[in-house]
């Protein structure tokens, strides 16, 4: 595929920014590496963007972004694993 066939296809410019144009990400290899790790959108390699102090407490923003990226999805159910989350502790909490 040519680079004008990917822009055409995979990508759309915001204020200047390239941005994914799909939703989920189509992008992830089976081991969770980026199949366009080399090459992918400035947006993409900051996503979900926790090295922003202003983005860093919005934990409504982290969880949405997890329906979107495999990455945060996988990193909220390992982090469910180290921390011991469980339904029955939701239960005990009365949430």
């Known amino acids: 595929m040519t680079e004008k066939e990917f822009r ?3 990508i759309k410019e915001d204020l200047g920014e390239y941005l994914l144009n ?11 590496e980026c199949e366009i790790e080399a090459c992918k959108p400035i947006s993409c390699r900051d996503y979900p ?6 983005r860093l407490f ?14 945060v999805f996988e990193m909220l159910e390992r982090l469910k694993k180290e921390y011991g989350f469980s ?3 939701k239960e005990i909490l009365g949430r």
């Not at 992008?27 to 969770?32: A, R, S, V």
């Not at 919005?58 to 990455?71: D, E, G, M, N, R």
């Open 87 to 89: 339904k029955k502790k």
């Open 22 to 32: 799909v939703k989920p990400c189509c992008f992830p290899k089976e081991d969770g």
């Open 58 to 71: 919005s934990l409504l923003s982290i969880l949405t972004s997890a329906s979107i990226c495999p990455v």
């Open 49 to 54: 963007f926790t090295n922003k102090p202003e």
């Open 8 to 10: 055409e296809k995979y």
